[in-house]
């Protein structure tokens, strides 16, 4: 079993209110949940409002196929154009 998880850190030019980012944070991750079947959350920066840290976790049983899923979300959000990827990382972790 091979666990993937992904971090990515946004810039959100668009949002001026907690409000407005929350509206666009959840959009995008709710997208990634329906499209690629992973577990996604904000998981920091929750109270500044033109950043937001972005986790996600999938499970496959190939690396590749892991990897494929974690590119696939990072390319995924960086055409979304709501927001700007910052930073991101990714990491396979292999559990026998």
């Not at 030019?13 to 079947?37: C, G, P, Q, Y």
């Amino acid at each position: 079993m091979v666990i993937g998880i992904c971090r990515i850190v946004l810039s959100i030019d668009e949002a001026f209110s907690l409000k407005e980012k929350r509206h666009i944070v959840k959009s995008i991750t709710e997208r990634l949940k329906s499209r690629f079947n992973a577990s996604v959350a904000e998981v920091g920066l929750n109270d500044i409002w033109k950043n937001s840290v972005i986790g996600i976790a999938c499970v496959s049983n190939e690396a590749a196929h892991a990897d494929r899923m974690m590119s696939g979300m990072v390319n995924f959000v960086e055409n979304d154009g709501r927001a700007e990827i910052i930073d991101y990382s990714t990491e396979l972790i292999h559990v026998d």
